[in-house]
């Protein structure tokens, strides 16, 4: 069974940053990718961006330009900056580990962008 520890999600008005920290632990496991995915009111689960073992990052086009996502994959930590950050960013945002054959979820950490 793996283990997530998020941290980092607050309050913040538009235009500012957060910054999002999570690491995996348990037995058994060997993640090839980890990353950040958000779910907002009403919505559904998106993805919005990952890194790999060799380090390659993937981000859904709505953040490009301003979150960056950094960790090692190796260690299993994942971190998410997010700057200018803007209303629609509001959403509860979750650690995501993927191995060969499962998708293992942590339990959310809520981003509020508002003035």
């Known amino acids: 069974q793996v283990q997530f520890v998020e941290s980092g999600g607050g309050l913040v008005q538009p235009g500012g940053s957060l910054r999002l920290s999570c690491a995996a632990s348990g037995r058994d496991f060997r993640f090839y990718a980890m990353g950040w995915y958000r779910q907002a009111p009403g919505k559904q689960r998106e993805f919005v961006a990952r890194?790999?073992?060799?380090?390659?990052?993937d981000y859904t086009d709505s953040v490009k330009g301003r979150f960056t996502i950094s960790g090692d994959v190796h260690k299993n930590t994942v971190n998410l900056q997010m700057n200018n950050l803007k209303p629609e960013d509001t959403a509860d945002y979750y650690c995501?580990?993927?191995?060969?054959?499962?998708?293992?979820w942590g339990k959310g950490t809520l981003v509020t962008v508002s003035s």
């Open positions: 995501h580990g993927q191995t060969h054959d499962m998708d293992y």
């Open positions: 890194i790999t073992l060799d380090a390659y990052t």
